[in-house]
């Protein structure tokens, strides 16, 4: 048999992954292991979030030789390019239990925030049977900026925070609004922003006023103009709060456009928050605030995205003699919705009409029979006493002039062609297309996944993927409101960085299933670090601010 040579160094390294794995190759059989107190990632990128770091306790598998110890523990910060800088810290072994070894910064005291961290243990370091770790142990982790109104001493009162609402709601009449309730806790949490030392923005990200929730009979005033300054007089006390802010100058205010406030005009918000700013497209009802300290944070209200709530400029231009009409499907779907609830979801002697569906390959056809269930789908849920038969559906907005049936919006199926056709929104699946050309969205959504999933939050969150990180790197923080779920969702752009969805829910009386009153805070990095972070919290009527999820965090270099 030939004889193999093997040269030294590729023989030490055989010798020791024989022996103990890696490491100091004297090691007796076996290895210790730890368990640290705090979460902690093996990724400088990507390090684990803690709220809040007193201190870091490991605990290992056995007890820990304390002749060992010296030069074994080191802790580092790392700074906004993600250099380590090594910080003196204290490390102590518990004398009740040698198997537990806590590290403190230098001053033994909590971890500042807002700061990415990095500690080593070395495999140098042995249990009193002289085992050692596998290999040295290398943690990243990140302490993440809480939310404090009345100021978080290590933003050493600068003003740098983003506090992101959405969906308020503001309603014209108390008897239907689904904003009342709330309405003196959210005039109490504006008045802490206004007060924060650390507050830098307040993003209201659509849906400020409600000029979608009426009756069907309710009876539009004359001019879209007047209708939002009784919404503004209606909530006169949340309205003055914001000129409070706006009027101190501490903090900028942009609002947002959404779908429930897609006519509000830029002149009515400017003229019930004056000096306010607005982040608008070309497109009336919609736009995106960008904003951080790398344009790396859009705030949109997420409508767009729906098949029955983004602008419509092109179905209704020969009803309405209007070319900025933009009123999309789901105005009169939330009109019927209201009627329901005010009249408490009344028996009703309605029967949705048998529709034969057509073959899905006449894609136009097809696309009215989805319209059609979708509509079937909404009134057997929200039942209204009137009859599909009766004008019961007083417009005049938008260029809509007329009192409209509920078989006006309706599909109707000829009995001897078979062909659907509709009086209002006529070929609204054809120009699906073109709405979200109109509408800037960079990858189209498919005609049968956005009406069938038009209802799903989850599909009108994924779009924060779908729109922006899987198309644009520059883009680590997307928030939306809309769905009125709040929620804080870690993801991944197309270069594997990762990025944050959030999701500012809604601040209406209820929400069945979900929390309201919550907000999103986005605090951007220190000028020594490179941690970004976002929280999501609830306000309540006592005045409490509960943070509802883990915090998630990004690295901006």
Not at 297 to 317: M, T
Not at 465 to 482: E, L, M, N, P
Request: glycine fraction near 6%; charge should be negative.
């Amino acid at each position: 048999m030939r004889k193999v040579v093997y040269p030294v160094a590729l023989l030490a390294i055989l010798l020791n992954v024989f022996l103990v794995g890696c490491g100091n190759p004297s090691t007796p059989a076996g290895v210790l292991t730890l368990e640290p107190n705090i979460m902690m990632s093996g990724e400088a990128g990507d390090p684990a979030v803690n709220n809040s770091v007193q201190n870091i306790t490991f605990t290992f598998s056995e007890p820990l030789d304390i002749k060992t110890i010296a030069g074994a523990i080191r802790l580092y910060k790392l700074d906004s390019a993600g250099n380590p800088n090594e910080e003196p810290c204290v490390v102590r072994i518990d004398p009740g239990d040698p198997a537990l070894l806590q590290v403190n910064n230098k001053e033994a005291g909590k971890f500042p925030e807002g700061e990415e961290y990095k500690i080593t243990i070395s495999w140098q370091l042995k249990a009193q049977t002289g085992r050692a770790l596998e290999k040295e142990f290398i943690g990243y982790f990140a302490t993440n900026d809480a939310f404090i109104p009345s100021g978080n001493p290590d933003l050493n009162n600068t003003r740098s925070q983003i506090v992101v609402i959405s969906d308020l709601h503001m309603g014209v009449n108390d008897s239907f609004s689904e904003f009342s309730q709330n309405r003196p806790a959210l005039v109490e949490f504006l008045n802490q922003i206004r007060n924060s030392q650390n507050v830098k923005e307040l993003v209201i990200a659509g849906d400020l006023v409600d000029e979608w929730f009426l009756p069907m009979d309710y009876i539009m005033p004359q001019s879209e103009s007047a209708f939002v300054d009784a919404i503004a007089a209606n909530n006169k006390t949340v309205i003055d709060a914001f000129n409070s802010i706006i009027g101190d100058g501490n903090i900028k205010v942009t609002y947002v456009p959404g779908n429930h406030d897609i006519l509000a005009t830029e002149a009515d918000i400017q003229r019930i928050l004056p000096g306010i700013n607005q982040a608008r497209d070309d497109v009336q009802g919609l736009g995106t605030y960008v904003t951080g300290v790398h344009s790396e944070i859009a705030i949109e209200h997420g409508h767009r995205y729906n098949f029955f709530c983004a602008p419509d400029p092109i179905s209704n231009r020969d009803i309405t003699q209007n070319n900025t009409s933009v009123l999309p499907p789901g105005y009169f779907f939330t009109r019927i919705a209201t009627s329901s609830v005010v009249e408490g979801h009344p028996a009703s002697s309605n029967i949705f009409p048998e529709i034969t569906a057509p073959s899905e390959k006449d894609e136009s056809q097809f696309g009215y029979y989805l319209y059609a269930k979708a509509w079937a789908s909404i009134l057997s849920e929200l039942p209204v006493k009137e009859a599909f038969s009766d004008k019961a559906i007083k417009t005049h907005i938008d260029g809509f002039t007329e009192d409209y049936a509920i078989n006006d919006l309706i599909p109707q199926q000829d009995p001897n062609t078979g062909k659907l056709d509709v009086n209002l929104y006529q070929g609204v699946q054809d120009n699906w297309g073109k709405r979200q050309e109109i509408a800037g969205i960079p990858v189209p959504i498919p005609l049968q996944d956005a009406i069938i999933q038009a209802g799903d939050a989850d599909f009108t969150d994924n779009q924060a993927k779908t729109q922006y990180f899987d198309r644009d790197s520059t883009k680590k923080i997307v928030v939306f409101g809309h769905t009125h779920v709040a929620r804080l969702d870690p993801c991944t752009n197309l270069e594997g960085q990762t990025t944050i969805y959030a999701n500012s829910g809604t601040w209406i009386d209820h929400m069945q299933g979900h929390p309201t009153m919550t907000f999103i805070v986005i605090t951007p990095p220190k000028a020594d670090s490179a941690i970004e972070s976002v929280n999501l919290y609830q306000y309540s009527a006592s005045q409490a601010i509960t943070r509802l999820e883990g915090a998630q965090v990004i690295t901006i270099r």
